[in-house]
């Protein structure tokens, strides 16, 4: 049974870092684009980042830019996301997707192109 698990979150002051992590188990985690989303309460799943199955091509949304890094270990079937100069507006539950075909930002971007998603993880900044 393929499954994704998040870890990493927590409660950061502005300004501090976190690293996310997530690990992937029952699938060729090589075959997989991975992608980060972030969802807040009341507000619509966000798209954060996205890398492809080599880890050559990285995609971010226009948010986090210059702010999160996205990369991964395809034989720790791991992905990481690295946020810094975290603010407030950052807070919300973080997820990982698994998309089969996705090729360009603009797939990555759309949750309903994943195939799988993990149960999330918190990430709480205080001002």
């Known amino acids: 049974q393929a499954q994704l698990i998040e870890s990493g979150g927590g409660l950061v002051q502005a300004g501090g870092s976190l690293r996310l992590s997530c690990v992937a188990s029952?699938?060729?985690?090589?075959?997989?684009?991975m992608g980060w989303f972030r969802q807040a309460p009341g507000q619509e799943r966000e798209f954060v980042a996205a890398?492809?199955?080599?880890?050559?091509?990285?995609f971010f949304g226009d948010s986090v830019k210059g702010r999160f890094t996205i990369s991964r270990d395809n034989a720790k079937n791991t992905v990481h996301l690295q946020l810094t100069t975290l603010q407030p507006e950052d807070t919300a539950v973080y997820y990982c997707?698994?998309?089969?075909?996705?090729?360009?930002?603009?797939?990555?971007?759309?949750?309903?192109?994943?195939?799988?998603w993990g149960q999330g993880t918190q990430v709480t900044v205080s001002s």
């Open positions: 997707a698994a998309t089969s075909y996705c090729l360009g930002y603009g797939c990555y971007a759309k949750a309903n192109e994943y195939d799988l």
């Open positions: 029952g699938l060729t985690f090589s075959n997989y684009g």
């Open positions: 890398i492809r199955s080599s880890g050559g091509t990285t």
